[in-house]
């Protein structure tokens, strides 16, 4: 990429919450459970191998000259998938702003347990270098950015960080919503009595998923691990860092934040962040690094809750977020041939 001029702020960068949705908890429960409706045409569904005989299931809306045209690679957060809202809501604005999307699933998610002896955790930005890669070479794809939500908002910009000056040719940017890139105080976040029904939710998911895994795989996983597990910080201790190679929570918290790399992210990258997000932190040192690095976009709201920045419809669908990560990635293609 080098060092070429980027924009510094996206356009419309104050977010005004909708009426009666101010407030953390509204605006991340909201988000949640307010319908939604999208007009999207069919999906090329396609299965990508990331690892020998490990293969994630991506589903891609490609542009009539596909080739040529931008493309955003989306990742979810903890326990999302292709059909998450909020990858629904990048997939059609990225269309009708004539770019290319794929919404990719993490390794386990999105129905496909069954492709992958294995969990899908934090540090996994090798998949989606893989799934970039693959599509490349298949000649769908050129030019493209990185976008992600939270656990995906991590792993994007992980993975602009491990590519540093070396990124492939066709890498023009990453975006990332309220990405938790300082996994240790996130979690623990999560543990606070107020963020307890966020901490149940993805409990009750992750326990599920575990469950299935080793009625499908009863060889290599063990569903009695399980037991006692009464927090996220437990259950990345007891099961993602057993099974994925780790010492422990505080091991793989250490090793799969982003925040490690920051500094060596020099593609135009935006990170959007809300003050009062329930439980995604930025340390200060992490903050310090953020600021420090010339080629990242800060913007910090005030309100807008976990992913959510709920604004009033105004025009659009009021998904602000994502129309401001369409907005960044358009700003970098007028500057960057994106």
Wanted: hydrophobic share 40%.
């Amino acid at each position: 990429m080098g060092s070429s001029q980027i924009p510094k702020s996206p356009p419309e960068c104050a977010f005004v919450p909708r009426r009666f949705l101010a407030g953390a908890h509204r605006q991340t429960i909201a988000s949640f459970f307010l319908s939604r409706h999208f007009a999207l045409p069919p999906s090329d569904d396609r299965l990508i191998e990331v690892e020998s005989g490990i293969q994630v299931l991506c589903r891609c809306h490609w542009q009539a000259e596909a080739s040529s045209a931008p493309t955003i690679i989306v990742i979810h957060g903890l326990e999302g998938s292709s059909e998450s809202l909020y990858m629904m809501g990048i997939a059609e604005k990225g269309l009708a702003a004539g770019m290319n999307v794929v919404r990719m699933n993490q390794r386990n998610c999105g129905g496909t347990d069954g492709l992958a002896p294995t969990l899908y955790h934090s540090g996994l930005s090798n998949d989606i270098a893989a799934v970039a890669r693959t599509l490349t070479e298949q000649g769908k794809i050129s030019q493209f950015a990185l976008a992600g939500f939270s656990m995906g908002g991590n792993l994007v910009l992980k993975l602009a960080g491990e590519w540093g000056a070396g990124a492939p040719p066709g890498f023009r940017g990453v975006a990332a919503v309220c990405p938790a890139v300082d996994l240790a105080v996130s979690a623990d976040a999560l543990h606070l009595p107020t963020n307890r029904l966020y901490e149940k939710y993805f409990l009750w998911n992750l326990r599920r998923r575990m469950r299935a895994k080793a009625r499908q795989f009863p060889g290599v996983f063990d569903a009695a691990r399980l037991r006692g597990l009464k927090s996220l910080r437990d259950f990345d201790d007891k099961i993602t860092a057993y099974y994925c190679g780790f010492r422990g929570a505080d091991d793989y918290y250490a090793r799969a934040s982003a925040s490690n790399l920051l500094h060596r992210i020099v593609a135009p990258a935006f990170i959007l962040h809300a003050a009062n997000d329930p439980f995604i932190r930025i340390t200060p040192e992490t903050r310090q690094k953020i600021l420090a690095n010339p080629h990242i976009t800060f913007v910090e709201t005030a309100d807008g809750g976990h992913c959510s920045f709920l604004a009033r419809r105004d025009g659009y669908d009021g998904h602000w977020a994502e129309r401001q990560i369409i907005e960044f990635l358009r700003g970098i293609g007028k500057t960057n041939s994106m």
